[in-house]
């Protein structure tokens, strides 16, 4: 939810700181049993089968309203994920985490929940969940949910009874409201900037009908912040955790967890005395060490449980400090995001590798690695794009493809056929290493991002709320095409929710089943050989005599060999059993990735 928190990088306001066949695997219990392997290939290790199922697994994100319409209203629905129970089974992940699928007014895709143990009406009930559940987990597939925690919906009850109360009130308690300033009070308390652009702070009119209080949005104003000094706060959140582990949810992703706690004095500081601060754990705002207070409570919680309910965290902070969030003590787990904020280059892919399993080594978690999710252009297309270079960070300048957006996508051109390849080689790279891994619904269709959505058809807030400056996330949460045909390309029988374009058609799932060199072929082709692959936490660096070819060994006979360049490097001794493109002329070709047998 922009800058600060979906969007990689930057950021201002508030927070600154291919060939192989269809592969259809057996369904797995959730007791994680070994599965026999073909070939002497595998050996699963008697640690690995008692490792927490969590961290090695691959977890595919689910967009619940742009996944599967079952009713036919345009907008996807619980119904449809177990609809498409097979096709994830089939496909070969471990969990599937959904987004947000609460009641919600979609001021923010569902980040603005009006009830958290509720399902909404347009995607389903309660007992539809339990069913998508149910059967998820007969196919040997965890689930975890979002909990958004920040901030509400201005729609809850909570907000609409703190706007009835009026000021002083224990129901506005719960939230940060603030006096303004000014001889009228008609002056925000603080000039803080929203992360979606425009003030972060909004005046509400009182019951009598006269200009009241402020309260602070860190978001879009249709997202008001919770105070978590409030302890009835606490107390709720802790009921929702119960209340899904409960119905047998497997785990939670917390939304902006660096972003709960606050330490807000009067008079509040100006947004330039906050942007000069550092981010040391005593920042007012951002990664306050007390938010870890929230989180071992809930690590309690989860512990209660058997086997215990995972996490892990969304937290946009400076790397030093992710440790805390992915501690056993903590949620467990924290997401990296470096791979979203790297071009498709050897020696930044391998200080990513390196730099994450040192944290992972620290927090005692195992690392995280992404490539796309909700929140930002599809790597097909980032990759499709000439490279931004890095800033003295050593990240990218901007977030890739958002000039290309405001273009409609037409400048600069995108390479699509290179960017799908390199795509694919990173991957398999990605798909190689220790840990766990997040896929997003749609990558593995090999879907570009579409660029060319009417601003009339838009929805993120942050199209609005900058005047079209940030184009928002709406490209990459097109509707999936499922077919070659239909109002909605087998999506559902309406229009969908968000335009898909023609080209949508060739990528349908109809098309690439029945291709042994689609990307979903390759997908469902890796995932099998992963989760027969996978041994311990840990790789090993093979020097290439190449800046642009990675090599890394594994445990157990399997080495990764990633070619970044242009230039054909040759094989490593061993059998191929996966490769990204083809190797018929016994070298790694160009963006080209290759998984090698060597025992």
Not at 67 to 92: N, Q
Not at 338 to 361: G, I, K, M, P
């Given at each position: ?23 259809t695997?057996?369904?797995?219990t ?6 026999p392997s073909?070939?002497?290939?595998v ?26 319409d ?17 096709y ?7 969990a ?13 895709g ?16 309660l007992?539809?969940?339990?069913e998508?559940?149910?059967a ?30 009026g000021?002083g ?7 940060i409201?603030?006096?303004?300033t ?17 003030p972060g ?15 602070l949005?860190t ?43 606050k ?21 007012p ?23 215990p ?9 400076a ?15 924290a ?11 050897a ?26 999710n909700?929140?930002?252009?599809r ?12 800033d ?12 290309w ?18 795509a694919?080689?990173?991957t ?5 290493l ?25 929805q993120?807030p942050?199209?609005?709320r900058?005047?079209?400056d ?43 089943e ?37 090599h ?27 490769s990204s ?12 990735t290759v998984?090698v047998?060597?025992?």
């Amino acid at each position: 939810m922009g800058d600060g928190r979906r969007h990689p990088g930057g950021g201002q306001g508030l927070n600154r700181p291919a060939s192989a066949a269809p592969h259809t695997p057996q369904h797995r219990t959730l007791e994680r049993t070994p599965v026999p392997s073909p070939s002497p290939l595998v050996d699963l290790l008697a640690d690995d089968v008692a490792a927490p199922w969590w961290r090695q697994a691959v977890v595919y994100q689910i967009y619940p309203r742009s996944f599967a319409d079952a009713d036919g209203d345009g907008l996807g629905d619980i119904p449809g994920v177990t609809s498409r129970a097979d096709y994830l089974a089939e496909l070969g992940v471990d969990a599937v985490w959904l987004s947000p699928f609460y009641p919600s007014a979609l001021a923010d895709g569902g980040y603005d929940v009006a009830d958290y143990r509720n399902v909404d009406p347009r995607l389903g009930t309660l007992a539809e969940f339990d069913e998508m559940l149910a059967a998820l987990h007969a196919r040997g597939i965890r689930v975890v949910v979002d909990i958004v925690p920040n901030h509400t919906s201005d729609d809850h009850a909570w907000f609409q009874e703190a706007l009835a109360a009026g000021p002083g009130s224990a129901a506005r308690e719960r939230y940060i409201f603030r006096d303004g300033t000014g001889p009228d009070a008609s002056t925000p308390p603080a000039d803080w900037e929203s992360l979606f652009g425009g003030p972060g702070w909004r005046q509400v009119t009182e019951a009598d009908g006269t200009p009241g209080q402020w309260y602070l949005h860190t978001f879009a104003p249709e997202q008001p912040d919770l105070n978590w000094d409030n302890p009835e706060v606490r107390a709720d959140f802790e009921k929702t955790l119960r209340f899904w582990s409960d119905r047998g949810v497997d785990g939670f992703r917390i939304d902006v967890a660096h972003m709960l706690t606050k330490d807000l004095p009067d008079p509040l500081p100006s947004q330039a005395e906050i942007d000069a601060l550092p981010f040391d754990g005593k920042h007012p705002l951002v990664d306050r060490d007390d938010v870890h207070e929230v989180y071992a409570a809930w690590r309690a919680i989860f512990d209660e449980y058997d086997p215990p309910r995972t996490a892990v965290a969304e937290a946009w902070v400076a790397s030093d400090r992710v440790p805390l969030y992915a501690s056993p003590s903590s949620l467990g787990q924290a997401f990296n995001f470096d791979l979203l904020q790297s071009d498709f280059d050897a020696a930044e892919f391998r200080d990513v590798v390196t730099h994450n399993l040192e944290l992972a080594s620290r927090s005692g978690s195992s690392s995280t690695w992404v490539l796309s999710n909700h929140d930002v252009v599809r790597h097909a297309t980032r990759y499709g794009l000439p490279p931004l270079g890095r800033d003295s960070r050593g990240r990218g300048a901007v977030k890739q493809g958002s000039a290309w957006l405001r273009t409609g996508g037409t400048d600069p051109e995108l390479d699509r056929e290179g960017g799908l390849r390199r795509a694919r080689a990173a991957t398999m790279f990605l798909l190689g290493l220790p840990g766990s891994a997040y896929l997003y619904q749609g990558e593995e269709l090999g879907l570009h991002e579409v660029a060319e959505i009417p601003a009339v058809e838009r929805q993120d807030p942050s199209f609005f709320r900058t005047g079209g400056d940030d184009m928002g996330r709406d490209g990459c949460r097109v509707p999936l095409p499922w077919t070659t045909d239909g109002e909605s390309l087998g999506f559902g029988s309406a229009h969908a929710h968000l335009p898909q374009p023609a080209w949508f058609a060739a990528s349908a799932v109809e098309v690439q089943e029945s291709d042994p060199q689609s990307t979903l072929s390759l997908y469902r082709a890796a995932l099998a050989l992963r989760e027969r692959l996978q041994t311990s936490e840990s790789l090993e660096w093979v020097e290439t005599g190449r800046d642009d070819v990675l090599h890394f060994r594994r445990e157990g006979g399997w080495s990764v060999v990633t070619n970044f360049g242009t230039e054909p490097f040759a094989l490593p001794a061993g059998d191929v059993v996966l490769s990204s493109s083809p190797t018929d002329d016994g070298s790694v070709g160009a963006a080209t990735t290759v998984w090698v047998r060597t025992i």
